[in-house]
């Protein structure tokens, strides 16, 4: 079963599905363990829903679960569109590729996405500070090599977390324009100015964390989105989906539940003037126009796994960030 849902065309000439799984538990599988039975669980039922797509990472340690879940579903390949993301802490991109593709084990991955545009020293734990070596830039070169070196085993690549600013440095020595970029995305939170950018320089948004944070997200209580769930006899969280989809993002929410992973990938056909509403939902009062993500950064106040979010990562909004338990 697949579901109906539309897809948009990358630079690179891939299709990805407009609604995805994200495949963030909340905190990374134990190191060493089995394979994480709930991602697991997960994806098989997505994949019973009709989903196409899935988000997975280094970082979340959910790529075994991920691939062992589509394998044993039997659908084909072709089928299906797999992310995973470039490990922070690593010693050579190739190798971190290479690791990912073994543990997914699915043939090949077609969009591979460095995480963030920090590096933290494999050897130490330690972030390098911005703008010390390796820089993205010089990552993003050897992201681009994997094309080459990897042809056939990765289809396009692509970034996450990346500002105007730290994409109009990459673009300077790129060779390969990202195909993706993968940001926080939300009626909260629309970056309308990064949206216009990668729009001009033929770069597709993604948004991760796209209701928000959990199911006690305020988008799913606010009084424009609940009008418009009931006007279309929907729910909450396919509406804010469908806003997304509508102006040309794809999706990528995070659930566990069959009920509403089938909820989230039948969207309603917004119209308009609701959509212009959604759009202007972050401008009704100064406290919608917000990050919902709680980031696992050092937990100081202005900094992000040791960068500062304006000045070094280029976020013009203030985060929530915290050293979560795993990280301790």
Same mark, same amino acid.
């Given at each position: 079963m697949t579901a109906s849902v539309p897809s948009f065309v990358l630079n690179s000439g891939a299709r990805i599905p407009s609604v995805g799984l994200g495949c963030w538990m909340g905190a990374p599988v134990t190191a060493g363990s089995a394979v994480d039975e709930e991602t697991y669980t997960m994806v098989r039922n997505a994949l019973d829903a009709g989903y196409t797509h899935f988000d997975t990472a280094s970082g979340y340690r959910s790529e075994?679960? %991920?691939?062992?879940?589509?394998?044993?579903?039997?659908?084909?390949?072709?089928?299906?569109?797999?992310?995973?993301?470039?490990a922070l802490a690593r010693k050579s991109v190739v190798?971190?590729?290479?690791?990912?593709?073994?543990?997914?084990d699915v043939g090949y991955i077609d969009l591979y996405l460095m995480h963030w545009p920090l590096t933290i020293d494999a050897s130490t734990g330690k972030?390098?500070?911005?703008?010390?070596?390796?820089?993205? /830039?010089?990552?993003?070169?050897?992201?681009?090599? +994997? +094309?080459?070196?990897?042809?056939?085993?990765?289809?396009?690549?692509? %970034? /996450?977390?990346?500002?105007?600013?730290?994409?109009e440095i990459l673009l300077k020595t790129a060779k390969v324009v990202p195909a993706v970029n993968q940001v926080e995305g939300h009626p909260y939170l629309p970056s309308l100015e990064l949206d216009g950018y990668c729009?001009?320089?033929?770069?597709?948004?993604?948004?991760?964390?796209?209701?928000?944070?959990?199911?006690?997200?305020?988008?799913?209580?606010?009084?424009l989105v609940l009008s418009l769930?009931?006007?279309?006899?929907?729910?909450?969280?396919?509406? %804010?989906?469908a806003w997304n989809v509508a102006r040309g993002w794809s999706v990528v929410p995070k659930s566990s539940n069959p009920t509403r992973l089938k909820q989230n990938i039948t969207l309603p056909p917004l119209s308009t003037s609701d959509l212009s509403l959604l759009s202007s939902l972050h401008k009704s009062?100064?406290?919608?126009?917000?990050?919902?993500?709680?980031?696992?950064?050092?937990?100081?106040?202005?900094?992000?796994?040791?960068?500062?979010?304006?000045?070094?990562?280029?976020?013009?909004y203030e985060v929530r960030s915290e050293v979560p338990e795993w990280m301790k």
């Amino acid at each position: 079963m697949t579901a109906s849902v539309p897809s948009f065309v990358l630079n690179s000439g891939a299709r990805i599905p407009s609604v995805g799984l994200g495949c963030w538990m909340g905190a990374p599988v134990t190191a060493g363990s089995a394979v994480d039975e709930e991602t697991y669980t997960m994806v098989r039922n997505a994949l019973d829903a009709g989903y196409t797509h899935f988000d997975t990472a280094s970082g979340y340690r959910s790529e075994e679960a %991920v691939g062992k879940a589509i394998r044993d579903s039997g659908i084909a390949r072709e089928k299906l569109f797999v992310t995973t993301k470039l490990a922070l802490a690593r010693k050579s991109v190739v190798d971190a590729f290479e690791q990912s593709l073994k543990k997914l084990d699915v043939g090949y991955i077609d969009l591979y996405l460095m995480h963030w545009p920090l590096t933290i020293d494999a050897s130490t734990g330690k972030t390098i500070p911005f703008p010390q070596s390796p820089t993205f /830039s010089e990552v993003w070169i050897e992201m681009e090599k +994997l +094309l080459e070196t990897h042809k056939g085993k990765v289809r396009s690549i692509g %970034v /996450s977390n990346f500002s105007i600013k730290n994409l109009e440095i990459l673009l300077k020595t790129a060779k390969v324009v990202p195909a993706v970029n993968q940001v926080e995305g939300h009626p909260y939170l629309p970056s309308l100015e990064l949206d216009g950018y990668c729009k001009s320089k033929g770069i597709h948004m993604t948004a991760y964390s796209p209701l928000g944070a959990g199911a006690t997200s305020p988008l799913l209580t606010d009084d424009l989105v609940l009008s418009l769930a009931a006007k279309y006899d929907s729910t909450p969280a396919a509406v %804010v989906l469908a806003w997304n989809v509508a102006r040309g993002w794809s999706v990528v929410p995070k659930s566990s539940n069959p009920t509403r992973l089938k909820q989230n990938i039948t969207l309603p056909p917004l119209s308009t003037s609701d959509l212009s509403l959604l759009s202007s939902l972050h401008k009704s009062s100064p406290s919608k126009h917000r990050s919902l993500f709680v980031y696992p950064g050092s937990g100081e106040k202005g900094d992000l796994f040791g960068w500062r979010v304006k000045e070094d990562l280029g976020w013009e909004y203030e985060v929530r960030s915290e050293v979560p338990e795993w990280m301790k």
